[in-house]
Each structure stands twice: as structure tokens, then as C-alpha cells.
């Protein structure tokens, strides 16, 4: 691995007796889109927010943009940009004026942070007053109001949720247009399909440890010794419950029969032979490996251990 942009060792984070981050390590690799997951309460935004130098670690090192977010905070408030989790602002104030707003504190010239919004689809909105934005309005700008600065590292707490199928899209494609232009993303999500997506790696954080972290695929099917073969056919002519070499029949539903295989060549075989056999048609034949869910699922209610 080649220059980490976000550096982190031994991350503890204590509220009272509550360890909600237990020595944490992350390396986040320059220009990767990475993703924290977890269940509620698993320590993600106290992650974040110690990233962000809000909130102060109680022990460990952090650099981020080789910056300590602690004692570097004017330096790092230039190249970092962040969505928190909550976010509000005044209802009267305006788009524009918010953009002002941010442009001012992070030392950038007005005009161009207006250029660039304009090139982030929500020019339509700048004479709006915030608190007459939908709920999926101000949760887009409070995503983009980050990228105005054009921050070295950027840091999103569940930036799409909430937002309508077409807004998650489009903030997908702002946030792979940051990252093409070399900013550092680190996001933390509960969408396991935006995690599969847009993330180059994710890590799995359980009670404020990371028990999983890899590229998102090799995550999925890390422990998964079985392909699920789901079948549907124009005459039913198969029998719940078939006996398919290297497979074990998992049930029956809509139509479907499904099994776990071990061996898929050997099962699907056999399979479309049965259905050949008997003068049927295959309406739907699916082939999956495990998804990043099913893995999530698994590792969080402790059925396989990480
Ligand atoms: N300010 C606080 N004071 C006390 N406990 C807190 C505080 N903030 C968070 N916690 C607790 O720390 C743990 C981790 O919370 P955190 O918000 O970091 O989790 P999360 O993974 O971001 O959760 P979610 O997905 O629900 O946002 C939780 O048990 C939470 O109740």
C-alpha cells in the first residue's frame, strides 16, 4: 500500500464507562473511496468525529492529510470537508448565503465556490431559504457544501440517506467526480448496495472494533464456502427438495427452488438435465455468490465468526 491519507492507531474512544471505539486501525490509501460500516451504535460517527477533530480520542494517533486533527486544526480545516451526520442551518438563511458562509470560513473565494456549485446540480436552489428545502434538498447540500473547498479528504456520515432513488445516484456520481479529481473519500453507510458500488474498501465495525476490511467483494465472500443456484421453470416439473450432486436444497418460494452449492458446474448439470428430462422450460436461473448483506448479516449476528 502507497501513501494513506488518513492514518489511524489504536483509536479509543470512551464516553464514561461506554468503550465506544476499542483500538481502532485504519489506513485510508490516497484516492480511495472507503467505507465504514456497522450496526447502530457501533462507534462509526465517534470514529469520524475524532478523524474530524471534534471529538478527542482518548488514546492512539491519528493523521489525517498529515495532519493531528487536534493540534493541527487550522491546517486541516483547509483540506478537509465534512458531513456530519446531523446538520442544520438557519432556516432563513439562503443557498447562496450559505455557500457564502462556507466559502468564507474555509478561506475560498466566493465566485469560485458558486462556480463550482453550479457544476454540482443545485443552482436551481440557490435563492431558497434552507428551511423551505425538502428534507432530501438539505441533506444534498449539506453533502456538497464540503466539496466547495475542494478538500484533500473528504468525510461523509451516511451522506445518502433519506434521499430518493435519483438524488443517491447523483450524489454517487459527485462523489466518483471527487474522487477523479484526487480527493480522498472516507463515508460511513448503512447502504450495503451503495458500499458495493462506490467503496474501494470498506471496513465492518462491530462494538467499536473493525472485524472485517477489504475490497467489498472479497469481504462478501470471505468464509462463504457455497453458491446459491435459484431456479424457476415454465411447468414446476421440479421437485422441492431434489437431490442435486454438491448441493443441499434450501427451500421453495415464488415460484423458486433453491439450493447452497458446493459445486455449481456438477449441479447445474444435473439440474438442467432434470429439466431437459422432463420437457420443461427454465423461465429464471440465478447463480449468486454471497452478497456484502448476506456477510454483513452473518458477521453482525455472530452466525460465522470474522
Ligand atoms: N456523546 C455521547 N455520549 C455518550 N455516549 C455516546 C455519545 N455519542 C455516542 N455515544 C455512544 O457511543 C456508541 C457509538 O455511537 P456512534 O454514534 O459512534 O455509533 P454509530 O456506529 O455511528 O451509530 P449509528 O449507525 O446509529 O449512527 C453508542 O453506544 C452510542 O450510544
Not at 465534512?82 to 443557498?95: E, F, T, W, Y
Request: proline fraction near 4%; charged fraction near 25%.
Amino acid at each position: 500500500m502507497t501513501d494513506p491519507v488518513i492514518e489511524v492507531q489504536g483509536l479509543t474512544k470512551r464516553y464514561g464507562t461506554l468503550v465506544a471505539v476499542d483500538g481502532i486501525d485504519l489506513e485510508v490509501i490516497r484516492g480511495e473511496v472507503f467505507g465504514l460500516l456497522g450496526p447502530n451504535g457501533a462507534g462509526k460517527t465517534t470514529v469520524l468525529e475524532c478523524l474530524e477533530g471534534i471529538r478527542r480520542a482518548d488514546a492512539g494517533q491519528i493523521r489525517v492529510a498529515g495532519c493531528d486533527p487536534q493540534a493541527d486544526t487550522k491546517t486541516l480545516r483547509s483540506k478537509l470537508g465534512v458531513q456530519l451526520q446531523v446538520s442544520s442551518l438557519p432556516d432563513h438563511m439562503r443557498v447562496r448565503e450559505a455557500v457564502s458562509l462556507v466559502c468564507a470560513w474555509h478561506g475560498v473565494s466566493v465566485r469560485s465556490g458558486l462556480r463550482l456549485i453550479q457544476s454540482l446540480g443545485v443552482e436551481s436552489l440557490m435563492n431558497r431559504m434552507y428551511g423551505r428545502l425538502s428534507t432530501g434538498q438539505q441533506r444534498r447540500l449539506h453533502v456538497l457544501l464540503p466539496l466547495l473547498v475542494d478538500p484533500e479528504v473528504l468525510v461523509l456520515d451516511e451522506p445518502t440517506a433519506g434521499l430518493d432513488v435519483q438524488s443517491r445516484l447523483e450524489l454517487h456520481l459527485q462523489i466518483r467526480a471527487a474522487q477523479s479529481r484526487g480527493v480522498t473519500v472516507l463515508l460511513a453507510t448503512h447502504d450495503m448496495a451503495e458500499a458495493e458500488l462506490l467503496c474501494d474498501r470498506i471496513a465492518i465495525i462491530l462494538h467499536g472494533k473493525v472485524v472485517l476490511c477489504g475490497n467489498p467483494s472479497d469481504v462478501a465472500l470471505a468464509g462463504s464456502q457455497t453458491t446459491k443456484v435459484r431456479i424457476r421453470t415454465a411447468n414446476d416439473s421440479l421437485l422441492p427438495g431434489l437431490d442435486l450432486p454438491g448441493a443441499v436444497f434450501t427451500g421453495a418460494s415464488y415460484g423458486y427452488l433453491e439450493w447452497q452449492s458446493t459445486d455449481v458446474a456438477d449441479t447445474l448439470i444435473e439440474l438442467l438435465n432434470h429439466v431437459k428430462g422432463a420437457r420443461d422450460t427454465v423461465e429464471d436461473l440465478r447463480v449468486e455468490r454471497s452478497s456484502l448483506e448476506e456477510r454483513f448479516l452473518q458477521v453482525v449476528e455472530g452466525v460465522s465468526k470474522p
